[in-house]
């Protein structure tokens, strides 16, 4: 590390420049090129991939449905001339659009069952292709509107896929600097761990979108990339810096501060990247096309952000000099005298009040931890659907009217798909779907096809597709009305599709859990050689993670406050939402346990003396650690208020955990259990300490600095001018 510090100072001109031909280049790329994201899932395994293979088709067709529908008042009747009129116009309108590739009314002989007269409504099935622009659409279907007939789009076809989230991270970063600034005192220094983040972060989604053209990646892939990438690369350029503030201080001069910074923070740097881009990597055993995707742009941002931290920040800090220290400590910098004490006041107090009353500490932080990841035992995943949708939106209007028109479950149709390869089959399968309307939950059941050896039936709920009812509808189809039938059928379709997702993801979660923590107590073993250490790394890891998860379930699916982040109400979680939550906190609790243990670790090898070296190691890194959670609070937080449900509650998930993680769990819970414990707390068996790789995270022998000599310097203060070299 000390040899890339040095060569960074010296050559800082060809990283800055480098980074800036690489941000150009790529922007270039995506200009001429654009982008090619898509939502399309894949579930190779599951029941209803088998009834779109026997179809003859897949989840990632190129062609999408949605619906136009419509309800007169005063009386008026939805078949009358006036409305179908109206309605004609509208259809014809809808058909010489663009991308529009088919439209069924419900005039027409094909379109006879879309029509409810009791209840005055109607609607059109619109066929769009998958990449088409829905807005002319929109406009066509806002244009139609008149006094006396109510009409809203909606459906698959007419849901906007979320994707960038907006103004949400500029809010986070304005919040993210004045933080910065308090914390620092210094606006060069304030300024760097944002440049930084961003760097890593723009080389990154831009990277991502050019790649979008060869490798499936969901539109969210940008969102979720700013997210992480943001929060982990404010976080780690902060560390840096504040190492390197640190060694000016202590007299250090500007190339040998920056070589000191990376040889120790850098370090730990590069081993917390390296944890989070492996929980985010392990997505894999989840086996979700879509998500694996996901997962290794986030890693991939994160990468891109370590090596950012650790080149760009250091030529950086080289142009800025002493200009990340404020005027006061520049000029206690130049008169060569240190601060009396290089501990926050409040720290050390923090840390004699935990370790007075350890007992207290660690059960009052148990008791919270506990009380927040309890809502995580009734997580439920799901897609939402436009019943949860915000109160006056127009997908809620859209749900409302099918829903008084054709039942709740309307857009929640199952596809039954079977195999009728001869006429006793035929009639078996034709004979079940007449008993369908029987079962429990079930609106109708119609037979749509049989040709070809395969027959075609759609089935339509009573309750709408995020319910458990409807959940427990396709379980109750697949394990008992279907076998007894005698017929080979698979139930397929969006909603089932949705469920075999969530139910595969629910599966594989706990093994992916294991694994994180499995990783993280090996990672802590290497970095500590320790075993208790590692165990309660890895403990906590999951505890902060189920505290996450427990708070997006208590919010997002109970409901409680969703409607004051305007995501509506309570819904099931979006599948993607615990997994990734899941991999970036594991990442981000290793960051602060690494860099609160290393502090710890190295006082204790000087010492020997377990209590003081947790209390001067707690004082020492708190401060930091707080700095570095209140500024991911404020860059999550900011995305918590996106109105995007996904994003929300990935934003808000996270903005919580990192808080708990960093007051409750690293601030109290850890220092409190490792007093109690003792010297235990670092004991290591000599037989596998023998065979245990050495990775050292702080380097206890001082840097050689860069051979580079000091300009002379000149500095006007309210005492003068003040000159000299440095």
């Excluded at 840096?240 to 730990?268: E, F, M, W, Y």
């Excluded at 749509?448 to 759609?458: L, N, Y």
């Excluded at 595969?504 to 075993?531: C, E, H, N, Q, T």
Aim: charge should be negative; include cysteine.
């Amino acid at each position: 590390m000390v040899r890339l510090a040095n060569w960074c100072t010296r050559r800082w001109y060809l990283v800055i420049g480098g980074w800036l031909v690489a941000l150009i280049a790529l922007a270039g790329l995506v200009v001429a090129n654009g982008t090619a994201f898509t939502d399309a899932t894949e579930l190779p395994d599951s029941e209803s991939a088998t009834a779109y293979s026997l179809l003859g088709s897949s989840a990632s067709a190129d062609a999408e449905t949605g619906r136009i529908v419509w309800q007169t008042a005063d009386g008026t009747s939805v078949t009358g001339r006036a409305t179908r009129a109206e309605i004609t116009t509208l259809i014809d309108d809808l058909k010489n659009t663009e991308g529009v590739l088919q439209v069924v009314s419900p005039y027409t002989k094909a379109g006879a069952s879309q029509i409810n007269r009791e209840a005055n409504t109607a609607f059109a099935t619109v066929t769009v292709a998958a990449d088409a622009d829905i807005e002319p659409m929109v406009d066509v279907v806002d244009s139609a509107r008149s006094g006396g007939l109510a009409i809203e789009a909606g459906g698959q076809a007419f849901t906007e896929q979320p994707g960038a989230s907006g103004g949400t991270e500029a809010i986070g970063l304005i919040v993210a600097l004045v933080l910065l600034l308090l914390f620092f005192r210094s606006f060069a220094a304030a300024v760097l761990p944002i440049v930084t983040g961003v760097a890593g972060v723009g080389v990154c989604l831009l990277g991502v979108m050019a790649v979008s053209h060869v490798v499936d990646l969901s539109a969210n892939s940008l969102t979720m990339g700013a997210l992480i990438g943001l929060g982990v690369g404010i976080d780690y350029a902060l560390f840096i810096v504040n190492r390197h503030r640190k060694a000016l201080l202590a007299g250090t001069d500007v190339p040998g501060a920056i070589a000191q910074a990376l040889n120790t923070s850098g370090r730990a740097v590069v081993f917390a990247g390296l944890t989070v881009i492996a929980a985010l990597v392990g997505m894999y055993v989840i086996g979700v096309g879509i998500l694996t995707g996901m997962a290794f742009a986030a890693a991939f941002t994160v990468l891109a952000t370590v090596i950012a931290a650790n080149t760009l920040l250091p030529a950086l800090l080289r142009v800025l000099r002493l200009k990340v220290l404020s005027r006061r400590q520049r000029a206690e910098a130049r008169a060569d005298t240190r601060p009396p004490s290089d501990q926050p006041k409040l720290a050390a107090r923090w840390a004699d009040g935990v370790q007075r009353h350890p007992v207290l500490a660690a059960l009052a932080s148990l008791v919270v931890v506990a009380a927040l990841a309890v809502p995580a035992l009734s997580l439920r995943l799901g897609n939402a659907d436009a019943s949860s949708d915000p109160a006056g939106s127009a997908s809620r209007a859209y749900f409302e009217l099918m829903s008084e028109g054709f039942g709740e479950g309307a857009d929640a149709t199952l596809l039954l798909v079977g195999k009728t390869p001869d006429a006793s089959s035929v009639t078996a399968f034709a004979d079940m779907v007449e008993t369908l309307p029987t079962v429990p939950h079930v609106a109708s059941a119609v037979l749509t096809s049989q040709a070809g050896g395969v027959s075609v039936a759609a089935l339509t709920p009573t309750d709408s597709a995020q319910t458990q009812e409807t959940s427990d509808l396709v379980h109750t189809l697949r394990d008992s009305v279907i076998p007894d039938s005698g017929v080979s059928v698979y139930v397929g379709g969006t909603t089932a599709t949705n469920i075999d997702l969530s139910d595969a993801i629910m599966d594989k979660l706990p093994l992916y859990l294991v694994l994180v923590a499995l990783l993280g107590f090996l990672l802590l073993v290497l970095a500590f050689r320790s075993l208790l250490v590692p165990f309660l790394g890895a403990v906590t890891n999951l505890a902060t993670i189920c505290v996450g998860l427990g708070v997006i379930t208590a919010v997002f699916q109970f409901g409680w406050g969703s409607e004051l982040l305007g995501v509506g109400e309570g819904a099931p979680i979006l599948y993607l939402v615990p997994v990734l939550i899941a991999g970036v906190i594991f990442g981000l609790s290793m960051d602060y346990q690494v860099f609160l243990v290393s502090s710890m670790h190295e006082h204790f090898h000087r010492s020997g003396d377990n209590r003081s070296a947790v209390r001067e190691g707690l004082a020492e890194s708190a401060g930091v650690i707080v700095a570095a959670a209140t500024i991911m609070l404020a860059v999550f937080a900011s995305f918590a208020f996106s109105g995007q449900r996904i994003v929300s509650a990935i934003g808000l998930g996270m903005a919580i955990s990192v808080v708990v993680d960093a007051f409750v769990i690293r601030l109290t819970l850890m220092p409190a259990l490792m007093t109690l414990i003792g010297r235990a707390t670092w004991y290591y068996p000599k037989p596998l300490d023998a065979i245990t790789p050495r990775l050292a995270l702080e380097n206890a022998e001082p840097p050689a600095p860069a051979s580079e000599p000091e300009p002379v310097y000149s500095y006007s203060g309210n005492s003068g001018t003040t000159t000299g070299t440095r």
